[in-house]
């Protein structure tokens, strides 16, 4: 027996949510038996709790920013920023299961309850779907206002009202394709360990339900925002070639950071998924290949999830509005923080100057204007 044969307590396969122990709905050959991912689990307790840690400090702090923005300094007065109110919520909803997973990941083990594993799982789901989705609303929102610019007040001035309705059905959408994720998840024990992961012991054919399911998570949560975006932005570039404006060459920059970004951080984690979904019910898989894939599930879902820290950044604070706006906020934490200290100086005037500014600024602004640098 070679160095890599354990018992079967220390067997592990990488499915499409974490590392578990084998599942029994598969059989695997004596090799695949044998194959121990020890090497793996060890580099997951060490190296997920660390970047999701993180992910979920600074999704926070940008993803807060963006609503606090919204919230005292600019209300939202186009298509855009409804969708970048509604995307920041979110997110901030997703970096909040962060920490059970970090827990997860560090324990080896689920030590919460089966409701918080369906809630979690769900939640979990729901608000990743949910921010891609509205970045596909995003790109038509720009696709809209710029290459059809003609059209683009009175479509706009018209669909605006009609804004929480478009949210509310994109929230909704979210749900449903997630709802087999509240159904199918929960805490059982599997060789000794207790693990918040789907089972299908209820329907007849278990794969083609795992199947279904990364299908969706691949359909709505990578390949309809990418046809979107691909789309929209092929046409916005285009349009700002020919346009006689002296900051399009920096709206093309703007675009093209946008969609790279979005390409870097999804197509690795959507392959992994690619292969996954490939893999599903065959039993003659290697033993380092079941060892990449776990490493790269890994890290690919890391940098998946990084994403929602940067939307902030491309989608928000990365326009000129917003990084005044930001200013802004800033300013008045730390008056707040100097109130008692400073001298000749109140704070409520500057709230009261940082009123009259946005106030200003909503009747300069026409109902077709947006955060986003365009």
Known sequence: MNEEAMNFSDVYYPNEYGFWPVDTNYSFDDD???????????????????????I???????????????????KARSMTDVYLLNMAIADILF????PFWVVNHAAGVWIFSNAM?????????????????LLACVSMDRYIAIVQATKSFRLRSRTLPHSKLICFVVWLVS???????????????????DVCEP????????????????????????FIPLVFMIF???????????????????????????VLVFLACQIPHNMVLLVTA??????????????????????????????????????????????????????????????YKSQGFSCSRMYSETFVSRQTSEIVDNDNASSFTM
């Open 175 to 193: 749900i449903l394709i997630s709802s087999s994720t509240f159904v199918f998840n929960q805490k059982y024990s599997l060789q000794g360990s």
């Open 199 to 222: 089972k299908y012991d209820a329907v007849s054919e278990p794969i083609k339900w795992k199947l279904l399911m990364l299908v969706l998570e691949l359909l709505f949560g990578f």
């Open 95 to 98: 970096v909040l299961t962060l």
């Open 232 to 258: 929209c932005y092929m046409f916005i570039v285009k349009t700002l070639v020919h346009a006689q404006n002296s900051k399009r060459h920096k709206a093309i920059r703007v675009i093209i950071a946008v």
């Open 117 to 133: 594993c369906k809630l979690m799982k769900g939640i979990y789901a729901v608000n990743f779907n949910c921010g891609m989705l």
């Open 278 to 339: 490939a893999n599903l019910g065959r039993t003659n898989r290697s033993c380092h290949s079941e060892k990449l894939i776990g490493y790269t599930k890994n890290i690919t879902e890391v940098l998946a999830f990084l994403h929602c820290c940067l939307n902030p950044v491309l989608y928000a604070f990365i326009g000129q509005k917003f990084r005044s706006y930001f200013l802004k906020i800033m300013k008045d934490l730390w008056c707040v923080k100097r109130k």
């Open 56 to 74: 979920c400090v600074f999704g926070l702090v940008g993803n807060i920013l963006v609503v606090i923005t919204f919230a005292f300094y600019k």
């Open 32 to 54: 695949a038996l044998l194959c121990s991912l020890k090497e793996v689990r060890k580099f997951s307790r060490l190296f997920v709790p660390i970047a999701y840690s993180l």
